[in-house]
């Protein structure tokens, strides 16, 4: 059976010659299918690449709507942060106002003597109420005109607390005891038990016992302008509350007291009252290391 086909007659332009070509249907067929494919693709392309454009635009939109969020919480961040430190303030302030002005009462006692009827000695409970009453206002008084000092210079904690490997950061973690998630406020620095703890800044001892709630043997030392740091966790206590410090003076010894499952210091650093990442003064902190004195006198 011959196949059917189409002739296709080219004619010379010089000699005059004719000649005849013959194509077959399905070699054309063939030709058409491949166009149509080829425009088939080339569309498929062009939409592929259009789509794509589409969603490189969306994402620069998308990062740049990210960008502008992340800096408004930056600000917003910074204001609750002045907030936090002006609150702590306040707080400090009403605290001894309220404490003056109970010891003044105390001291004045009421208005009309003869009407509290008939005079007693005060028992032996009463009195030791009396004492740790005035102990606390005599410390948070200190603990007040230390901060006040502290307050125009700012006393940054830029020293490692205790010479040691960094165990566990400033994140959220799995508790060791019960397994589950829990933030940890500040950092852990692992070190043998005994080895000295040493304050990170200028400032005044605000509380330094031992403490429920798994801190153990725990030390607040306040350095002005809201700032403040925790050293948790330790054997032994070697100052008092009200003491006023020097950067990198001894104030403890490495332990596991509390809830730990090793010896190391659990280290925070507060703004406000707010616990903040302590790493971004420690990476750019030496430890203390006393240096020899080279002349007697000195």
């Known amino acids: 059976m011959k196949q059917e086909y189409f002739v296709v007659v080219l004619a010379h332009s010089l000699r005059g010659r004719l000649r005849r070509v013959h194509i077959p249907h399905t070699a054309v067929y063939a030709v058409l299918g491949l166009a149509l494919l080829g ?25 740049k709507e990210a960008d502008s969020v992340k800096a408004r919480y930056q600000n917003l961040l910074k204001v609750v942060g002045e907030t936090n430190v002006q609150m702590a303030s306040l707080q400090l ?11 003044k009462q105390k001291l004045e006692g009421p208005s009309d003597i003869s009407s509290e009827g008939k005079m007693m000695p005060p028992s032996f409970a009463e009195s030791l109420q009396e004492y740790n009453y005035l102990v606390n206002a005599d410390k948070l008084a200190i603990a007040n005109r ?33 397994g589950e998630g829990a933030f940890h406020k500040g950092v852990d620095i692992t070190a043998p038990t005994g080895t000295k703890v040493r304050t990170t800044a200028d400032g005044v001892v605000v509380q ?31 100052v008092h509350a009200g003491q006023e410090l020097r950067r990198g003076e001894v104030i403890g010894l490495v332990g596991s007291s509390g809830r730990t499952t090793s010896s190391h210091l659990h280290y925070e650093v507060r703004v406000g009252g707010a616990p903040i990442n302590p790493y971004k003064y420690l990476a750019n902190s030496n430890v203390f290391r006393q240096v020899p004195k080279d002349l007697p006198f000195q």
């Open 208 to 238: 330094s016992e031992m403490v429920a709630g798994g801190y153990g043997r725990l030390i607040i030392v306040d350095h002005g302008g809201g700032y403040q740091t925790y050293y948790a966790h330790l054997s032994k206590i070697l």
């Open 39 to 63: 425009c088939f693709s080339a569309f498929g392309f062009v939409a592929s690449y259009a789509r794509m454009v589409g969603k490189v635009a969306n994402y620069n939109a998308l990062k």
């Open 93 to 103: 302030y009403a605290k001894e106002v309220s404490v003056a002005y109970g010891i």
């Open 146 to 178: 230390r901060s006040r000092r502290l307050g125009a210079t700012k006393a940054l904690p830029n020293l490692w607390p205790v010479e040691g490997r960094l165990m566990d950061g400033f994140a959220h973690r799995t508790d060791p005891f019960s």
